[in-house]
Structure formats: C-alpha cells, structure tokens
C-alpha cells in the first residue's frame, strides 16, 4: 500500500495534552509505569498537560479497588496531573450519539452473531480471540435486522469497506515507526459498541481524546495495530488525529510481556517490597529514546 501524501494533524494547533488512560481491571505493571513516565515527562517538557481518564467501560471487569491503586501507583512514582480525572463509566450518553452518528451515515451496522458463530465461520486457526469477523450480519437483508432489532441487542460493527469509501486512503504518525498508511480493513469490521456495554473501547478512546484535547497518545505497541481502526473513526468523526508513540513493551525476566494477572510484577508488588520509586522510574526511561 502506498502511503497518502497527508495525514490530518490539525492537533499541531493546540497545546501539548497527553494522558494515561488505563483500565482499572487489574494491578499495574511496569509497563503501564513506563507509558504514564513516558506521557508525563512529555507533557512537562512541553509546558503542556497530562491528564488521567479512567477507561471503566466494561463494567464486567472494572472494580473499584484497582481504580484506588492506580491513584496510589502514581502518587509512589511521583507524578501528577491536570485537570479532573474522566471515567469513561459516566459518559455513556457520548458514546451513544457517537455511535448513532455512525449508524446515520450508514458505516456501522447491528450484529448478531455469537463469539462461537463467528468463530465457526471464519474456522479461525487460533480460536475466537484471532478470528477476524467474516461479515455474516453486513450481509442481513434489510428486513430480518428489522425483524430482530427490537427482539435481541446486538452489537455494533464497522462497516470497514463502507466507511473507507467515504474517507479514502488515511494516514497516521508514530514518532518510533514514522508515517503509516492506515490499514484498517486488515482487522475486519471491528465492533464500535458491544452488546453488554453499549460501546467499544475504540469508539470510547477517540471520542475522548478528541474531547480532552489530546494531541499526543503514548501507549505500549500492542495497540499500534489498533490505531488502523481509531484513525478510520476519527475521519469519519471529524476528530483530529492525534500524533502516537507506541513504546517497546516492558518484558518481565522470563522476556515474555507482562500481564495484570502476574502480581509479583506488579507497582503494588514492588512498592511492597520496598523498591526505590526513582531507582525504578530512571531503569524504565533510560533504554528508551524518543526518536
Ligand atoms: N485503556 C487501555 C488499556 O488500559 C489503554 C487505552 C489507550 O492507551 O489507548 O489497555
């Protein structure tokens, strides 16, 4: 694929914001510490702002307790922030209309299917989590969605083909892998809303960048694939793109990546046994350089 010629950046105009904008369903980790390190001195060195916004969505996994030690994991390594805290739990309505806009200019459609029907039909070799939707409810017959509408909750999905054909070719920046022609149909039609919770953690991060101001996401690489289908949303949202640093993962000493469920690796865990927050904040930042 060739890269477009411009990638939308109107971010350039506004104030330097970054933010840390984990999910409180688990412990973090030292991977989530170099991310927030990483937003916050960029924020500082700027002049500009770092926000913190609490991605609470998926209220099935969420629990109070690990919002509480986010708070504390931040305040152990010393860093502040601007402005209120967001919790995306309390901006449903947003999402709603978001999605609802989505659905007017007919690039979103209702879905069905069940994570074992999809995995079904795509035979995906790696089980539902790698199966790429295989387009089963885009291709309902106008009559049978409305038939099923009132009678089931779907969940929502990108008409991934549809949309690019409103919005053309897009690009995005990363400041370590330099432009990148936005792939977004290689993800399938993502879902924008879950059945259970009325939206989708794409939706819900590009509504809020945009609305916080956000001009620079700096997050770990295992969502670089994933900002292919923010960036779709975005244009087709008149959001600006924000400009991305996808950082190496943190590995843990057996070099696999780390995980909330490894509580040894943990701030809590390491706060526990006594470890020097600047000892820590300073072997997590040295072996990165931004580009
Ligand atoms: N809430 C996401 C997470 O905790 C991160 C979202 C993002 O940085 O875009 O994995």
């Known amino acids: 694929m060739t890269i477009p010629d411009f990638v939308v950046d109107n971010v350039d105009k506004l104030p330097l914001t970054t933010r840390f904008a984990p999910s409180p369903t688990g412990l973090l980790h030292r991977g989530h510490a170099l991310s927030t390190l990483l937003a916050w001195r960029l924020a500082r060195a700027a002049g500009g702002r770092f926000i913190l916004r609490i991605e609470d969505i998926d209220t099935t996994r ?97 008409d991934v083909a549809a949309a690019l054909a409103i919005t053309g070719p897009l690009a995005w920046h990363d400041s370590f892998a330099g432009l990148q022609a936005a792939d977004p149909a290689a ?72 995980a909330k469920r490894d509580r040894g690796e943990t701030l809590a865990a390491l706060r526990a046994a006594g470890t020097d927050p600047a000892v820590l904040r300073a072997a997590l930042i040295d072996p990165v350089r931004y580009p």
């Open 62 to 158: 969420c629990r109070p307790e690990y919002e509480a030690a986010i708070l504390e994991d931040l305040a152990w390594l010393g860093l502040d922030w601007d402005g209120p805290v967001w919790r995306q739990s309390a901006r449903g309505p947003v999402y709603a209309e978001a999605l609802d806009r989505l659905v007017a200019m007919g690039v979103a459609y209702p879905c069905f299917c069940t994570r074992a029907d999809i995995a079904a039909a795509a035979s995906a070799p790696h089980g539902p989590e790698a199966a790429i939707y295989p387009g089963t409810c885009r291709h309902l017959a106008p009559d049978e969605r409305a038939r099923r509408l009132p009678q089931e909750t779907p969940a929502w999905r990108l």
């Open 187 to 258: 993800q399938g039609d993502f879902v924008v809303a879950r059945r259970d919770i009325g939206t989708a953690y794409a939706l819900a991060v590009v509504v809020d960048d945009a609305a916080q101001g956000v001009t620079d996401v700096v997050r770990g690489v295992d969502l670089f694939e994933a900002t292919h289908g923010q960036r779709l949303l975005q244009a087709l949202l008149g959001l600006p793109a924000p400009r991305y640093h996808h950082h190496k993962l943190v590995l843990g000493a057996d070099g696999k990546r780390l």
